[in-house]
């Protein structure tokens, strides 16, 4: 159990970590890159066999950046339902 929650920091810290650089950008470069994620990740996806599945920290991290995001771009943003995100969300605050 010890070791899940020090995975778990770890991936969390990590990821933390890269927002400052995120924040520092320009815009349009911000822009151009998630574009260029968005399209890897399509493409990606296309070539699974069956669904993703998520870790824990992965979880964690996407409903922590939930509420960085209006809801109504989540359809768009994030690789799962609002739904899902909403009850990862509830699960995950204290």
């Not at 020090?6 to 400052?20: D, E, I, M, Q």
């Not at 669904?51 to 768009?76: M, N, Q, T």
């Not at 690789?79 to 969300?89: C, D, E, N, S």
Request: aromatic fraction near 8%.
């Amino acid at each position: 159990m010890s070791c899940v929650i020090v995975s778990l920091l770890y991936k969390v810290t990590r990821k933390l970590l890269t927002v400052p650089s995120v924040l520092l950008r320009r815009g349009t470069a911000k822009e151009a890159e998630l574009l260029v994620l968005r399209h890897e990740n399509a493409v990606l996806r296309r070539q699974l066999p069956g669904p993703v599945r998520y870790e824990l920290a992965d979880r964690f991290w996407f409903a922590a950046l939930s509420g960085l995001i209006p809801r109504r771009h989540w359809l768009k943003i994030f690789p799962v339902a609002p739904g899902t995100l909403l009850a990862w969300h509830r699960r995950s605050s204290p």
